[in-house]
């Protein structure tokens, strides 16, 4: 079983974040562990405080599990100051982490900034350059690139701009976009288009979450990253099909393992 560490913070309601993320390795078969960046309080309607946790910390945990465990995978998410930042990029360099997906977590679909606007320039300049996948939605990639997209030939500009950046690929996810949800990846030659009808539901808490673990879980089995970034956006197509009306605001993706055998995709995800 491979081992697949998430960096990230701690969403109360499980959702998103670090509960997310162990949720979706599970479901892929592998051993989740968890770098905790920053505990917020959170639930479906929104995200009221939040609390980072020091560099030392995050440091400390880092060198807990690559002194003693193998990991295979390594997932980014939430990350809010520019300490936090430097902390992980400069760990994951000293530990030669591989297989990094690096998802840039700016503001959360309720509004609140779980990035600090001022992290912006070190997060380009330390973490992008580690990715193998970085992975940002539409929002983020504009804040990233500093242009408007909103189609696909934008997009792709976006996903060279960001390669150019030093990530070794570059997935802009659609899930922002007014008709399907169609993601674009760029491996530095070829552009890759990931197709999904648009599923109506407002139960989309932790998409981004879920697909960047998934990612990462499929590269530590030792998939492409054409074929883990498929399998993975199969995955999240189905968690949110089945997406759950929990709460009263926007509810989580479904990771129970049954739903991926009766969708047919359990072949994919299981070895
Ligand atoms: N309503 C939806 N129907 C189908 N797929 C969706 C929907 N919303 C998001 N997705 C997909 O979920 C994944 C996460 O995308 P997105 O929601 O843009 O990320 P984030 O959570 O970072 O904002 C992408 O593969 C996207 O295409
Ligand atoms: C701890 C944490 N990490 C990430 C997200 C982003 O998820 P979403 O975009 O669905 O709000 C979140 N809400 N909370």
């Known amino acids: 079983m491979k081992h697949v ?50 560099p030392e910390i995050i440091r400390g945990q880092i060198d807990a599990i690559y002194s003693d465990i193998k990991v295979s995978g390594v997932k980014i998410g939430m990350v809010s100051q520019i300490e936090t930042i430097h902390a992980i990029a400069d760990k994951l360099e000293e530990h030669h982490a591989t ?52 189609d696909l030939s934008s997009m792709e500009e976006a996903a060279r701009k960001i390669f150019a950046m030093g990530a070794k690929n570059v997935l802009i996810k659609g899930g922002h976009l007014e008709d399907d949800a169609t993601d674009l990846l760029f491996d530095g030659e070829k552009i890759i288009t990931l197709h999904s009808d ?21 590269l530590a089995k030792g998939k ?14 189905v968690a949110i099909e089945h997406s759950l ?20 995709i359990w072949e994919e995800i299981k070895d």
């Not at 562990?33 to 309080?41: C, D, H, K, L, R």
């Not at 054409?226 to 197509?237: H, P, S």
Request: charged share 15%; net charge neutral; glycine share 10%.
């Open 5 to 54: 560490l998430t960096i990230a913070g701690s969403d109360t309601c499980g959702g998103a974040g670090i509960q997310a993320d162990l949720k979706t390795f599970s479901a892929h078969g592998t051993y989740g562990m968890s770098v905790i960046t920053a505990v917020t309080v959170q639930n479906t309607q929104g995200v009221f405080g939040c609390q980072d946790i020091s």
């Open 99 to 150: 297989n990094i997906v690096v998802d840039p977590v700016m503001i959360s679909k309720s509004g609140f900034d779980l990035m600090q606007p001022d992290a912006k320039d070190t997060l380009i300049r330390r973490l992008i350059p580690l990715a193998y996948v970085v992975t940002p939605n539409l929002p983020e990639a504009e804040v990233i690139t500093g242009m408007k997209i909103n």
């Open 198 to 218: 648009r599923i109506a539901t407002k139960n989309t808490h932790g998409t981004g979450c879920t697909l960047s673990s998934a990612i990462a879980a499929n």
């Open 224 to 237: 492409s990253v054409e074929e883990a970034v498929c399998i993975a956006k199969a995955y999240i197509t």
């Open 245 to 264: 009306s929990i709460g009263k605001g926007v509810g989580p993706t479904n990771h129970f393992y049954e739903l991926y055998n009766k969708a047919g």
